[in-house]
């Protein structure tokens, strides 16, 4: 049995690297130019909004008693679920040697940066006091004071740094290859001396390569378990609470799946522009996209059994209020929400048992799409659990103010501004990774023969 | 909008003034002289106008010194010797009483360093027993209020009391001095007033010929014609339901809103204690129209018009006479009362027999003066009169009458009144309508108005003269009771004010004179000439004259008065209006922020006076909540918003008075609808024959509890007092919730040396009045948010009354007939706090004596602890709501609490304040707090005495002997939070052959586990 080639076109090392590179030489385009400035017009409408935050307080998000937590801690796990993809596809399907990761890692893991960098924002400007958010910090203080080490925002607090800076870490190391290619096509002195200095002196020699393989693989095995700590510990703040919908034990799982298929279907939304726009349909093949669509099943069909499986456990454990929750998700005030999220995660992705949509790359863009809309919905649903929960005389409802919505349009215009200069100035495609999965690098064809 | 104060202070007092009146000409400063709470409080998201507000502050402080007198400053000099008693910081406690109407609190103040911060009951004093209401609880913020007049004004324009004086005396004193004060008139409040009444007759002596008129838009004036139809005199009746059995509370509100109702409060509740199976309680039957506080503690609420009453009263008379009661004037009255309960008649009857001298009957201020007559011969005939129901002399007292107005009217616009002269009221805002006094007014040459606001009337008078707040004059009362007390001031007067007193000696003598003065003259003849002063000194310290109760009498009805009185009445047909007291009385309190921001008891709304119709009148009138209507009465109309109020009596409407302000203040001006406009003369309280119509148009309602329903769970427990008696495990509903044993993970802290503090909270004894909440906003120094906020569910009460319905399981008639149970809801001090455990900066953590405290200064405001917090008892600083607070309502604030600054989230302390300051006085004197010395703000003004906080360490303490009590629950305790505040489950004590919906529900709600 002979697989189907994941590289296609019959390229060459030199064609690969040429094709990725021009990317990143190329001239400045209008179109770019003019996206990146709708994307900084709404990082300038978040800069807005996060000064009036700060400037009038917290009220001026739709939250009340009970709901106090609202579009801020939904946009906040929305956006670190979306920052799982990279880290998977980087870290654990290389350990898993599923080599046709290496044409989607790269952009894969710098959109998890960004993201992550749109999530970290929402925890430090959500609290009501943001002049002393540090406090958050195990910072020595003239208070001697410590942070209180059993709240799970504190546990977030680690998880989520601590995923950054090993996302940053690996993401780096896998472009030191690639910025020592870009190096030495460098033409203008500006270009060399800075992508000399980033390429931290890649010269390409064996010993480079036999160290270089080593840490990505340390560093990979680093990144498995927080990819799968990282969306748990931000579960944990609704899990370790006793809020009805919120305490139960499947939320780690339940969440890591559930990020694992958000962060799928933005690689994906992401990947079908990039991919179209570059012509890099040889590199990022319509294989690469249905084995992510596979993936997206599964996940999806993960989420969907968890949704199942709390309505259960809410039946079950004969507790009143978790049952309460769980109808009153379906049937009651949210009950739009709920259903939105039901048909976005769990009845969109079963088209993909078929073959044909699987390989229809409209039908899966559309799709990927929802499954963005209906997992932002997912963690909106939870959240609102607080809306009606135990004493029905403090129950109430919330709505979002204009502030909230241009908080989060504006983390978008955050996240695609860093897309769209990522896309400028970076190699996009891992060149020396998917050298490595060409017919060429393997010419025993893996012992195969 | 540039413009701001000088800040060359170089020039003159005389040019800081000029500029000042400049700035006062600027529409942003009359801006800031029209609303009350900086727009930001009220109305917090308008940045601009809070910066603006910010700039106008500056002219607040001139404005200080334009007041002039806050503090007399020849008065203020350093302490070179301090004086007895003053510890700087520590607080003292003055007695001194609050006139209300006919009647008067007795009170304590607490004074920090020379100004009031808070009220309290007095122990010694029969009108409050140490308990409150929300009215006594909010007058100190209306001593602070800023927006209450400073200067006298004449024609709009600036003036001053000299002036007046001047006018007074050259243009008018003597002249009607010389003609007997032909032309004059004064139309006055009710008092109840040794001196006032003294100052009055002095009037009648030396202007003959004026003419004077007494007008409260709501009192007890039915009740006293009604008692004068039956007995020919005057009588104040009190009632002692401490001593009843069985009450039958007339579309009354004796809990609530109608007579004295912190000492019924507190009568009521002591036969509701019930500690074993061997006491017994009272059972309270209420026939009302809408569903007030009363009828949620009714153990029977029959649901009528208001308009049905009265049949409905000589119907339980009828039943009575049958069963051999004689009641005399009752007469040969025909009425059908065929379309009323029979059955609930004739047990109402046999009851009200059976508890002989133990029964009360009472009729509400609405009901017109026959019910009252009536009522009075049922009370008469059931020998009630002597025990449960005393009739107390009037003296000093200038009662209300209606017809007096109308006469006023009629000789004001006969042009035969030259000059009136209105003591406090607003006529002009809450005459009856049909009587047009505005108009009237204006054919009155010479107009004078004392009033504390410049509102409605004193803009259309001449001269519009500030009246004083009781904590800053002098004065004196009768109580209820007849008892006398001191109107103590606790300040000097914060602006240019003069009391009653003072302006009605004015107007006999024509010089001021101090009203210190006044009073101590009245005294002398009080208190006899000897020993003066000692005598004196007591009745000040005591806050009143002890033994000084006027004699109750017990006349004879007389039955052919009574008779005469009734009318032949037939249910009333079509739909009704009512005209109901409110959150602000009758408008008196319209510009108090903690009044406004109260919700009303029943339907939770603050801010506003929506129209109350059932739920059937809804569907019939095809409305719903927040849709406007119109509504017709009598050819006149007004448009109001519709609100449900479950177990509203059908075809039946119910408008709250005291809304609907344009120009008093900043707080009342917008807030609700003016329904005086539809009140006339002849029908001030039931009109019939309205009609509603949907205008199409919603407007927006704020209510702090969106669900009246409890779901099933087990939060309010309840019970029947039959079944508590008759089993040693007495069965609660809903059931006590199943759980696995509640092992902890770990071992827990003990918490069992030293202080351990608790709370009982009875919900037998509680009747849902809200003072708690509002005692707990004074002490606590809680912000008032605004409509805006509520609205977005923001309120900061730190106790708060949750009202849950409760009915039949699957009758759709159920939202028609529901019961009610209130419980106060604060934080609960779990000893296992779910709040502590997920901040993640610990600032909200435990002490050793079982608090959990809330450290502000740590708090960084990621809000977790209340979103786990089961309770949902904690309340976040959305906004900076203090910082916009006018320099003067800073005075209002506790100085040993802190005010919070935005961004942090606070809650109930259990008044860590007091506990401190009693632990503090305690170890100085060598010896441990003992039981009873700490009250919590809310357990102290409670009129029910329905809290009970201590420590459960000590098994003596009240609160750890009411925690053996086996009605004793936690809510949510199966979850293993191990709250320190534990209630009493609920009874009621239904008659057996009237079907109890409390048991009704528990077989439905059994036969589906």
Not at chain 1, 286 to 308: F, R
Not at chain 2, 682 to 710: C, F, K, W
């Amino acid at each position: 049995m002979v697989d189907e080639p994941l590289i296609t076109g019959n390229q060459t090392f030199h064609s690969i690297t040429d094709t990725v590179s021009k990317i990143a030489e190329r001239k400045t385009t209008v179109t770019w130019l003019a996206l990146i400035g709708m994307a900084l017009s709404l990082v300038l409408v978040l800069l807005g909004s996060i000064g009036y935050l700060v400037w009038e307080g917290i009220g001026v998000w739709g939250l009340n008693i009970p709901v106090a937590w609202g579009w801020a801690i939904v946009n906040f796990v929305f956006w670190v679920g979306i920052g799982h993809a990279g880290t998977l596809i980087s870290a654990i399907l290389h350990l898993f040697r599923q080599q046709w990761r290496t044409s989607i890692n790269r952009f894969a893991e710098a959109m998890t940066l960004f993201a992550v960098i749109c999530a970290l924002i929402f925890p430090g400007i959500h609290v009501g006091r943001i002049w002393v958010a540090y406090w958050l910090f195990p910072v020595p203080n003239q208070m001697q004071m410590w942070p209180q080490f059993r709240s799970p925002l504190l546990w977030d607090v680690f998880a989520v740094s601590v995923y950054f800076t090993v996302s940053l870490m690996f993401w780096y190391v896998g472009l030191i290859p690639d910025l020592a290619t870009l190096r030495d096509r460098a033409k203008t002195k500006v270009r060399k001396i800075v992508l000399g200095i980033a390429s931290l002196g890649w010269r390409g020699g064996n010993r480079q390569w036999i160290n270089y393989e080593r840490a990505y693989l340390v560093l990979a095995g680093l990144s498995t378990p927080l990819v799968l700590s990282v969306h748990s510990v931000v579960s944990t703040d609704f899990a370790v609470s006793m809020v009805p919908g919120w305490h139960t034990t499947i939320f780690p799982p339940y969440f890591v799946a559930g990020a694992i298929f958000s962060g799928f279907a933005m690689v994906m939304t992401l990947g079908i522009i990039v991919r179209k726009i570059f012509k890099l349909e040889h590199i990022i093949t319509l294989n690469h996209l249905e084995k992510m669509n596979k993936i997206m099943l599964l996940t999806g069909m993960m989420v969907g059994y968890a949704y199942s499986c709390e309505f259960f456990i809410a039946w079950y454990s004969g507790n009143t209020y978790e049952a309460f929750t769980f109808v009153n998700r379906a049937f009651g005030p949210y009950a739009w929400a709920y259903w939105i999220m039901v048909s976005c995660n769990v009845l969109v992705p079963q088209i993909f048992w078929f073959k044909k949509i699987r390989r229809n790359v409209a039908v899966m863009f559309v799709a990927t799409i929802f499954i963005n809309i209906g997992m932002w919905f997912e963690r909106f649903v939870i959240v609102m659990s607080l809306a009606r929960d135990f004493l029905p005389s403090s129950w109430d409802y919330y709505s979002p103010t204009i502030w909230d919505v241009a908080t989060f349009v504006g983390s978008f215009g955050l996240f695609f501004t860093l897309f769209l200069l990522f896309i400028r100035f970076f190699p996009i495609i891992a060149m020396a990774e998917v050298k490595g999965v060409l017919p060429q690098a393997d010419p025993h064809h893996g012992g195969k023969h | 909008m540039k413009k701001r104060i000088p800040m060359t202070i170089k020039t003159t007092g005389k040019e800081y003034w000029r500029s000042l009146d400049q700035l006062a000409e600027t529409p942003q400063y009359r801006e800031f002289l029209h609303r009350e709470f900086p727009e930001g409080a009220s109305e917090m998201g308008n940045e601009w106008s809070r910066r603006s507000f910010l700039t106008l502050m500056g002219a607040s402080i001139a404005l200080a010194g334009l007041a002039g007198c806050r503090r007399p400053v020849e008065k203020i000099v350093p302490y070179v010797e301090r004086p007895e008693e003053v510890i700087p910081g520590e607080p003292l406690t003055f007695a001194t009483n609050m006139p209300f109407g006919t009647a008067a609190y007795g009170l304590l103040s607490r004074s920090n360093d020379g100004r009031p911060t808070k009220l309290e009951g007095n122990p010694e004093h029969p009108s409050t027993l140490g308990g409150a209401n929300v009215f006594i609880q909010a007058a100190i913020l209306g001593l602070y209020d800023p927006d209450r007049s400073q200067q006298p004004m004449q024609k709009g324009v600036k003036s001053d009391w000299d002036a007046f004086v001047d006018f007074y005396r050259s243009q008018l004193h003597q002249r009607y001095l010389d003609n007997k004060g032909e032309g004059l008139a004064v139309l006055s409040e009710s008092f109840a007033s040794p001196t006032m009444a003294r100052l009055k007759a002095a009037f009648e002596k030396n202007f003959p010929r004026a003419r004077w008129a007494t007008y409260e838009p709501i009192s007890e004036e039915n009740s006293y014609d009604g008692i004068e139809i039956a007995t020919g005199r005057d009588y104040q009746p009190v009632y002692h339901f401490d001593k009843a059995k069985t009450i039958l509370a007339l579309d009354s509100d004796f809990l609530g809103r109608e007579g004295n109702t912190v000492a019924n409060a507190r009568g009521f509740a002591s036969t509701r204690k019930v500690e074993s199976k061997k006491d017994g309680m009272s059972r309270l039957y209420v026939a009302e129209s809408s569903y007030t506080i009363t009828g949620g503690m009714a153990d029977h609420r029959y649901r009528l018009k208001s308009g049905d009453v009265g049949p409905f009263a000589i119907a339980v008379a009828k039943e009575l006479q049958k069963q051999g009661v004689r009641i005399d004037g009752y007469g040969d009255v025909t009425v059908d009362g065929s379309h009323f309960d029979s059955t609930w008649i004739r047990v109402v009857a046999e009851d009200l027999r059976a508890a002989g001298a133990n029964a009360i009957v009472i009729a509400g201020h609405g009901q017109p003066a026959w019910v009252h007559a009536l009522v009075y011969a049922i009370n008469h005939a059931l020998n009630a009169s002597g025990t449960t129901v005393e009739y107390h002399e009037m003296r000093d007292v200038s009662r209300p009458r209606r017809a007096q107005v109308k006469d006023l009217v009629a000789a004001m616009n006969a042009g035969s009144v030259e000059t009136l002269l209105i003591i406090g009221g607003d006529p002009v805002y809450n005459a009856p309508v049909d009587l047009s006094f505005g108009s009237a007014l204006g054919k009155v040459k010479n107009t004078i108005h004392l009033s504390a606001y410049n509102d409605d009337t004193s803009r259309q008078c001449t001269w519009h003269l500030p009246r004083t707040h009781f904590l800053e004059s002098w004065g004196d009362v009768r109580s209820f009771d007849g008892t006398l007390g001191v109107v103590q001031p606790l300040i000097e007067p914060l602006f240019a004010s003069r009391s009653d007193i003072e302006f009605l000696s004015l107007i006999n003598s024509g010089t001021l004179s101090a009203g210190y003065d006044a009073v101590r003259e009245t005294w002398q003849s009080v208190l006899g000439g000897g020993g003066f002063e000692n005598a004196w000194r007591v009745v000040l310290h005591d806050g009143l004259l002890k033994d000084s109760a006027s004699k109750p009498s017990k006349p004879n009805p007389r039955s052919g008065e009574i008779a005469r009185a009734i009318r032949p009445v037939k249910a009333s047909e079509g739909l009704e209006v009512t005209f109901k007291s409110s959150n602000t009385f009758d408008g008196r309190f319209a510009n108090n922020g903690w009044l406004q921001e109260l919700p009303d008891a029943m339907t939770k709304l603050a801010w506003d006076n929506a129209a109350l119709i059932s739920q059937s009148t809804a569907k019939k009138f095809g409305v719903n909540n927040e849709d406007m209507v119109r509504l017709d009465l009598g050819g006149r109309s007004l448009e109001t918003v519709v609100w449900i109020s479950p177990g509203h009596a059908d075809d039946s409407v119910t408008l709250l008075l005291g809304y609907g302000r344009e120009k008093l203040g900043r707080v009342a001006d917008g807030v609700g609808f003016n329904t005086y406009a539809l009140r006339t003369f002849d029908a001030p309280y039931i009109v019939p024959g309205g009609n509603m119509q949907r205008t199409g148009g919603t407007y927006e309602l704020a209510t702090t509890q969106d669900h009246g329903s409890m779901e099933g769970r087990p939060i309010v427990r309840e019970t029947t007092l039959a079944e508590y008696q008759s089993s040693d495990t007495p069965h609660f509903y809903p059931d006590k919730p199943h759980h696995p044993p509640l092992v902890p993970l770990w071992d827990e802290h003990s918490y069992d040396e030293g202080y351990q503090w608790g709370m009982v909270i009875d919900l037998n004894s509680c009747i849902g009045c809200n003072a708690c909440t509002v005692a707990c906003q004074s002490e606590n120094n809680i912000p008032i948010v605004g409509k805006e906020q509520v609205r977005h569910g923001r309120e900061m009460h730190w106790i708060r009354l949750d009202r849950y319905y409760a009915s039949e399981p699957g009758n759709p008639a159920g939202m028609d007939e529901p019961e009610t149970v209130f419980q106060p809801m604060a934080c609960q001090h779990c000893e296992n706090a779910p709040c502590e455990s997920v901040c993640p900066v610990a600032a909200t953590v435990h002490d050793k004596e079982g608090l959990n405290v809330m450290v502000y200064n740590r708090c960084i405001g990621t809000r977790y602890c209340s979103n786990n917090c089961p309770y949902k008892v904690r309340r976040f600083n959305f906004f900076n709501y203090t910082k916009d607070y006018p320099e003067i309502y800073k005075m209002t604030q506790n100085p040993d609490v802190t005010v919070r600054s935005r961004g942090v989230m606070e809650k109930c302390t259990y008044c860590i304040q007091r506990i401190s300051h009693a632990k503090i006085g305690a170890k100085a004197q060598g010896r441990t707090v003992a039981d009873g010395e700490i009250q919590t703000a809310c357990q102290q003004a409670c009129p029910a005495k329905a809290i009970t906080f201590g420590n459960i360490n000590d098994p003596e303490s009240a609160v750890a002997k009411a925690k053996k009590i086996n009605r004793d629950y936690r809510v949510l305790e199966e979850y293993n939070i191990k709250p320190r505040t534990s209630y009493l489950a609920r009874l009621r004590n239904p008659h057996p052959e009237l079907a109890a919906p409390v048991e009704r529900a528990e077989k439905t709600e059994h036969s589906t586990h």
